[in-house]
Structure formats: structure tokens, C-alpha cells
């Protein structure tokens, strides 16, 4: 069963720390760049960490240096470490894979919310 469940989110205070997780299903996680994405009300969804199967990398500037990202093949399972959390921050967190051919579904994402 193709799937992605997300968990980790909640209500922090400006500053404070969380870690998402995102277990996926072998067809989308296996061989593939993962990425966390979010959505802000009223906001396209935007790819804010990103991670290849390899291990290499990239953040959105809106993150870099607080934000990390990682991943265990073994579990098919994607993390997101979140650091001086901002009220920017603010969003509905998804995770998937980068290859459009693969990405058909949508979990029902984590909800992350930061108070001032």
C-alpha cells in the first residue's frame, strides 16, 4: 500500500525545538530524494529540506542553519529536526519524494504551530 504518515508536530514556543517524522512506503522512499514540504494558510506548499538517498543536503534560506534533515533506509523514514523555531514557521508539514513521477499521493501532514 503506497502511503505516507507523518508525526512529530505541535504547538511550541518561539525558540523551542520539534522533530518531525515521516514513515513512507517502499515504493515512494526506496532509491529516492526525499523532501519535507510545508504549507502556510493561504500559502503554496513549498519544499523547505530536502535529502537524497545518498545523503547529500539542500535547505530553503528560510531554514538553512536551524532546520535539519535526515534519513534511515532501513525504516523508510524521514526526519525533520527543527531548531529556534520561529512563528514563521508556522505550517502544515508534508513529507515526499522530489520525482514528480513517483509523487502521486499526499500524506495529511503534521501540523506545526509557533507561538510568539
Known amino acids: 500500500q503506497v502511503q505516507l504518515v507523518e508525526s512529530g508536530g505541535g504547538l511550541m514556543q518561539a525558540g523551542g525545538s520539534l522533530r518531525l517524522s515521516c514513515a513512507a512506503s517502499?515504493?515512494?522512499?526506496?532509491?529516492?530524494?526525499m523532501g519535507w514540504y510545508r504549507q502556510a494558510p493561504g500559502k503554496q506548499r513549498e519544499l523547505v529540506a530536502a535529502?537524497?538517498?545518498?545523503?547529500?543536503?539542500n535547505y530553503a534560506d528560510s531554514v538553512k542553519g536551524r532546520f535539519t534533515i535526515s534519513r534511515d533506509n532501513a525504516k523508510n523514514t524521514v526526519y525533520l529536526q527543527m531548531n529556534s523555531l520561529k512563528p514563521e514557521d508556522t505550517a502544515v508539514y508534508y513529507c515526499?519524494?522530489?520525482?514528480?513521477?513517483?509523487?502521486?499521493?499526499w500524506g495529511q501532514g503534521t501540523q506545526v504551530t509557533v507561538s510568539s
Open positions: 535529502i537524497t538517498s545518498g545523503g547529500s543536503t
Open positions: 515526499n519524494t522530489l520525482r514528480l513521477d513517483v509523487r502521486k499521493i
Open positions: 517502499g515504493s515512494i522512499f526506496s532509491n529516492n530524494a
